[in-house]
């Protein structure tokens, strides 16, 4: 494996495949496949956009619905990894990432009472590769594991409950933890090797769902903010189609932009994006 692949999975993605695919975006929230993952989190991740009724003219609106969206996000990343002074660029498509991929889950939900929700996305991913060394005495090879894992709670207050659109407004926070743990084969003489970072930004953001007809939606959404990062962005764009009443099939594009330098020599500088699929489905 190149320096730069080596650098990639140890200090990147998110890339989420969401990460395997994410957020929120916000698709959850209607539930946003919210990307920015269909989250279920409409309005903070970007997952599916979760369609809703107006709080004005549902009778049920003196109750709870809960609302869930599992989702993939076929994402590449580009930007910068580097780590103890060392720094190099990045540039993977999603069948990069892929083949290295272990395990990936990716899931927003839900939970509203009148005007107030409480969406959540939360993507997590495992990555994994092997590779030989060119020593005949003591370890022959090496096993580099990388776990991502990206969760973004939010309180949300719906601004517009229209007919034909609705607008929710939030804020929350967006925490990452990326994990990289260095195996020697054999390892009789070399312990594995373990490093992380983890931070926190607070968010804050908008998802706008349109009714395009009694079945087809579009979702709009997106946030940003910063506090452990210096920026971290992201904004997802959905059209959504009702296959059965509780039921809402997604599909869109999500963008996720982080640039985290703290002070220590730990660099992680990447735009992860792709097309995002999930379905929202209405519990209750």
């Not at 997106?222 to 009443?245: E, I, M, P, T, W």
């Not at 640039?259 to 660099?267: A, C, E, G, K, N």
Request: aromatic share 12%; no cysteine; proline share 6%.
């Amino acid at each position: 494996m190149s320096n730069h692949r080596k650098l990639l999975w140890m200090f990147s993605l998110p890339a989420l495949l969401a990460v395997l695919f994410s957020p929120t975006a916000r698709a959850v929230d209607g539930l946003k496949p919210q990307p920015l993952a269909l989250n279920a989190e409409s309005s903070s991740s970007a997952a599916p956009a979760q369609a809703t009724t107006s709080t004005a003219t549902d009778p049920n609106n003196d109750v709870w619905h809960f609302a869930v969206a599992p989702y993939l996000w076929f994402a590449g990343m580009h930007g910068t990894v580097g780590a103890r002074g060392y720094e190099a660029g990045v540039h993977a498509s999603f069948g990069d990432i892929f083949s290295y991929l272990n395990f990936g889950l990716m899931v927003a939900a839900e939970p509203r009472y009148k005007r107030f929700s409480a969406p959540v996305d939360f993507m997590w991913i495992k990555l994994s590769d092997d590779k030989s060394l060119p020593f005949e005495i003591g370890p022959t090879a090496i096993k580099v594991k990388l776990n991502q894992d990206m969760l973004t709670p939010k309180a949300a207050y719906r601004l517009v409950d229209g007919r034909m659109i609705k607008v929710d407004g939030n804020v929350g926070i967006r925490y990452f933890h990326l994990g990289t743990t260095l195996t020697f084969v054999p390892g009789t003489f070399v312990a594995p090797v373990y490093q992380s970072a983890n931070w926190v930004d607070v968010v804050s953001g908008a998802r706008i769902q349109a009714a395009l007809s009694p079945k087809m939606n579009v979702t709009l959404l997106g946030d940003a903010g910063a506090g452990g990062s210096n920026l971290d962005y992201q904004f997802g764009a959905f059209l959504g189609y009702k296959v059965k009443r509780n039921i809402n099939l997604q599909a869109g594009w999500r963008y996720l932009s982080v640039d985290y330098r703290p002070q220590s020599t730990f660099v992680y500088d990447n735009v992860t994006s792709g097309i995002l699929i999930g379905a929202v489905i209405k519990l209750k």
